[in-house]
């Protein structure tokens, strides 16, 4: 089967997590950049990236990469690319672009040019002088950055993100994806106890869920690919097949989510219940200074309130040195707090073990890690 590259789209801050996770799916020649993952695959591996990645935003096929200083040698180069052992002859193609630091710096003149190619590409093997674009969807994209063009087409369609068991999401809603990064950068396992203190609409602990369970995010979704003529349905089949086969049904999960908000709780419930994992998550109406906890070596992953997103700052500031003095006492506890609040460490009243820089939607945050101990063997 033919070897493609594909490229696994990420929030930046985001492409070691990323590349973790193909490793673990056992793809290799594994490139990190900026935003980005590149590996090698073949069309069986379409399905299986856009059914299993927990913190990509799209898949991406590369059909090729040039330097282009003039619009007649991205004209020219573009022709030369396979574009007709892709699209077939009612392909619904639409071009989109971007350039940084580029000669070629205008992107409706790029997307044009790059129409135009494909079209004389298509020409050379379809008959015809129109494509009446009724058939599936390609989203291709030239992305120029200086001045070497990449062209690529979007085989999820919708971001990876959207799981689609979110029907009902909060005022400040973290991204899916996000939020599994969150979870993978901790050291929480299905053995130990998670609660996120202001849990909003669930994605936290319906993400940890997930992965405690073992279940593909994309299980239940669909994908552009997937009406392709040249990634088969039977690939997307047998994907989802062995998906549901990894599902671990006998895990006892200790999950739980608080808020102070009883639409957020009822949101919580009802988006768990899309999964089926209402009976893994505890959501419960309670301001977390009250939270009657064990000191049981458990982890807290969240995304509490912070003045980009919502809340009086003096009122966010409190909460924060409340948060300190709760979670401070449990000596085993392990805490992954995402805030943009600079002074964070100050309030809360620790230093974090480690702090890494990420980005939720377009706000930049920083992730605050506070190591707890291990749990002991027997634990």
């Given amino acids: 089967m033919e070897k493609l590259q594909l490229i696994a789209t990420t929030t930046f801050g985001l492409e070691a997590v990323c590349k973790r996770e193909l490793m673990d799916l056992g793809f290799e020649d594994i490139i ?14 379409i399905p299986i990236a856009n059914i299993w990645l927990r913190t990509a935003e799209r898949v991406l096929i590369k059909i090729g990469e040039f330097k ?58 379809y008959d015809v002088e129109w494509f009446p674009k009724t058939g599936a969807k390609y989203t291709i994209e030239v992305s120029i950055l200086k001045d070497i063009a990449t062209l690529t087409i979007d085989t999820s369609g919708e ?7 979110r029907d009902r999401a909060g005022d400040a809603p973290i991204k899916e994806t996000l939020a599994a990064a969150m979870i993978l950068l ?12 202001f849990c ?41 097949r062995e998906a549901l086969k990894k599902i671990d049904n006998d895990v006892k999960l200790d999950i739980m989510g608080c808020d102070i908000d009883k639409r957020s709780i009822l949101r ?7 999964l089926g994992l209402e009976d893994d998550i505890q959501f419960f109406m ?6 009657d906890l064990k000191d049981n070596y458990g982890v807290v992953i969240t995304n509490p309130p912070y003045g980009e997103r ?70």
């Fill in 186 to 197: 901790s050291y929480w396992n299905k053995e130990r106890t998670l609660l996120d203190p």
């Fill in 68 to 125: 282009a200083l003039s619009f007649e040698e991205l004209f020219e180069k573009t022709k030369a690319l396979p574009w007709d052992e892709w699209i077939p002859e009612d392909g619904n193609f639409i071009v989109e672009g971007k350039s940084v630091s580029s000669k070629l710096y205008s992107i409706s003149d790029s997307q044009r040019i790059v129409e135009k190619a494909i079209v004389e590409k298509l020409k050379t093997k």
């Fill in 268 to 274: 919580a419930r009802d988006n768990a219940a899309n």
């Fill in 200 to 240: 909003g609409s669930g994605t936290i602990p319906i993400e940890a869920a997930m992965i405690g369970r073992n279940i593909a995010p994309g299980l239940d979704r669909s994908f552009a690919a997937e009406e392709w003529p040249r990634v088969p349905k039977e690939y997307w089949a047998e994907a989802r």
């Fill in 159 to 165: 971001g990876l993100h959207k799981r689609g068991y």
């Fill in 286 to 291: 309670k301001d977390m200074r009250n939270v």
């Fill in 310 to 379: 919502m809340g009086d700052k003096e009122e966010v500031e409190q909460l924060y040195v409340d948060l300190g003095k709760k979670f401070r006492a449990l000596n085993t506890w392990s805490m992954y707090i995402i805030t943009s609040e600079e002074n964070f460490e100050k309030l809360y009243g620790k230093k974090a073990d480690r702090k890494r820089k990420l980005y939720n939607g377009r706000i930049k945050v920083d992730y605050y890690q506070y190591y707890g101990p291990k749990p002991p063997k027997n634990y």
């Fill in 32 to 45: 990190v950049e900026n935003g980005k993952v590149t590996f090698s695959a073949t069309e069986k591996d």
